[in-house]
């Protein structure tokens, strides 16, 4: 079992999945036949930035969180091949290794692509997805960019980047109540990006990463599929959340005014709520708030 140094009354724990140790924290029911429910955390960020959901979660189901290779907790690998569907395989791969069977993913930003990735690999044990401002339609780097990634530089440049970047300013950003941006908080999402290794994996993900899904493969997702945005989001702007549910045959789209990118942190009780309604809600049946 790890230290956990976010949550310090959460235990953490390793698991070696495909040659990578994967950090994640397991929050376990006492009722044995809770479903099971996967937080995947988005660009930049780790189980963090579930910890205002977790309270309400874990009264109902079994949850697991983890920080995906490269990123919180998890191994710096330079061995992984860091691909969205790759992440998508290890996700089935983690539930393999915990022999779960079944279980309801939900991913925000980034993680919400890779959870569809793994809906698509494992149709018959991801139930539903519920997606917070899912990240969409982003096109691979350019080659000219890729190439660049070689050049000895730039690894500097990335490097100096990282260190530049103000993160209380980046949570204002993402954030549309400036309020609820804490010490706190700056320090638990600067501590992922504060590690030297960081910096080559975030080199390795600009190389491997593939663009977002094809609408033409978004089709392929028939699961259940709850999405959330907050209206004022500025970095997955709510134009692709439409879209997105045009495209997913089985989705349902709920709108929060006043709120931004990281919704869990802006509404964690009202997401709880439509999260409880949705997984106990038959398939088949609509519910719809813009």
Known sequence: MA?????????????????????????????????????????????????????????????IALDLPGFGQSEKSTSFIYKLSNYGQLIIDFLDKLNIQDVILIGHSMGGQICMHAARKAPERIKKLILLGCCSYVKRASRSLIA?????????????????????????????DSKLVTQEMIDGYSKPISEAAFTHCLIRLLRHREGDMSSEELKEITQPVLMIWGKEDKVIPLKTGYRLKHDLPNAELIVYEKCGHLVMEEKPEEITNEILRFIAQPEGASHEIL
């Not at 044995?32 to 930049?44: C, E, R, T």
């Not at 070689?150 to 440049?157: A, C």
């Open 3 to 63: 230290v956990n140094k976010q949550h310090p009354f959460v235990p953490g724990y390793r698991l070696n999945v495909n040659n990578v140790e994967i950090y994640y924290e397991y929050f376990n029911h006492e009722s044995p036949d809770a479903k099971v429910i996967v937080l995947v955390h988005g660009f930049l960020s780790s189980t963090i930035s579930f910890r205002k959901l977790l309270p309400y979660l874990t009264k109902e189901y079994k949850v």
């Open 148 to 176: 660049c990634s070689y050049l000895p530089l730039f690894t500097w440049g990335m490097k100096s980047w990282i260190q530049k970047k103000d993160v209380k300013q980046n949570l204002l950003a993402v954030l549309h």
